[in-house]
């Protein structure tokens, strides 16, 4: 119940293309889901997050979609570049205490 | 970059062994948490400093401890190193408060062998 699933392991996209992350977790005790992003050797960097008392939030082309009913929440990655090769990291947290974090998606954006 | 730094980048030990990782947390930030991260995976949880206690601990056995400082910097010991160890642990920075940002250091790479 504490675990977070993450799909798809991998994503290719085409340059100017929109990834798309998918998480779904089961504990409902969950209230704040950000989502990190982690280039080779370097710690997770605090992309975007939402607490479930909205269904979507956007800054600048990266969007987070929420749907509290189905435990399931998203990661929209508009007009991708190559730069945002990198491997992507959903989490839940319950207040302070700890995250979870899925199990990684590693994009690719072709050139 | 975050204002969370690590030390060292890069660390390798022989089993048996054991090993000190170190932690500056963001300025203003109180609460230090430790992950480890195993290759190809997420980071897992494994414990939380917050007024220089222990404030939650995942599933980790007590070989691995830790300290807080008066200056909210951290550290991470591990006792008795195993082959498994090998993964880079990671310190995340936040304030004491709920649903708040952590900022992760850029971690440190420890190859038990």
């Known amino acids: 119940q504490q675990q977070v699933k993450q799909s798809p392991q991998s994503l290719i996209v085409q340059k100017g293309g929109i990834s798309i992350i998918n998480c779904a977790y089961e504990n409902t005790a969950f209230d704040y889901f950000p989502w990190y992003q982690q280039f080779p050797g370097k710690g997770p960097a605090l992309l975007i997050a939402?607490?479930?008392?909205?269904s979507e939030k956007k800054e600048g082309r990266f969007t987070i979609s929420f749907n509290k009913s189905a435990k399931q929440f998203s990661l929209h990655i508009m007009d991708s570049q190559p730069g945002d090769s990198a491997t992507y990291f959903c989490a839940a947290s319950t207040g302070t205490y700890k995250y979870i974090f899925g199990t990684g998606t590693r994009l690719k954006v072709l050139a | 970059e975050t204002g969370v730094t690590q030390s060292p980048t890069h660390l390798i030990k022989t089993r048996g062994q054991q090993v000190t990782l170190r932690c500056s947390s963001q300025?203003?930030?109180?609460?230090v948490s430790w992950y480890q991260q195993a290759l190809g995976q997420g980071p897992q949880f494994i414990f939380q400093y917050y007024r220089e206690e222990e404030n939650g601990r995942g599933n980790f056995p007590p070989r691995f401890s830790g300290l807080q400082f008066p200056n909210y910097s951290s550290e991470l010991n591990v006792n008795a190193l195993e082959l498994d160890d090998s993964a880079l642990y990671l310190c995340a920075s936040s304030l004491f408060i709920r649903n708040t940002e952590a900022f992760f250091g850029q971690g440190t790479r420890l190859t038990v062998v």
């Open positions: 300025s203003g930030h109180n609460t």
């Open positions: 939402i607490r479930p008392d909205v």
